[in-house]
């Protein structure tokens, strides 16, 4: 059986930045948005949708996501960030440009 490897969206690249982010919660150690939260990529290429696995990691997330800078194809600048918001049993995480 050959595995198609899918294309890099939007929201598979939003995944691979921030998947790595140190969370302070529970007070354990290695407590990352990789462990705390579940992509859904068949969603949309563009948003990123994700299921927490507690609730207690949207504050963290939304904090840590705050002051995230976003730059398209590595273009140096950074025009944009990311934005946290929650749909139905969703975490949406979005890149929205900055004011």
Not at 10 to 31: H, M, N, T, V, Y
Not at 58 to 84: A, I, M, Y
Request: net charge negative; charged share 25%; aromatic share 8%.
């Amino acid at each position: 059986m050959t595995v198609k490897k899918t294309e890099n969206t939007l929201s598979q690249q939003i995944w691979e930045r921030i998947k790595d982010i140190d969370l302070e919660l529970f007070a354990l150690p290695d407590q990352t948005v990789e462990v705390n939260a579940e992509p859904v990529f068949a969603i949309s290429d563009t948003d990123l949708h994700v299921i927490l696995k507690a609730q207690a990691a949207l504050p963290q997330l939304e904090d840590k996501l705050r002051n995230f800078k976003w730059s398209k194809n590595g273009s140096g600048g950074f025009p944009e960030t990311l934005e946290v918001s929650v749909k139905s049993k969703f975490t949406v995480v979005k890149v929205v440009p900055i004011d």
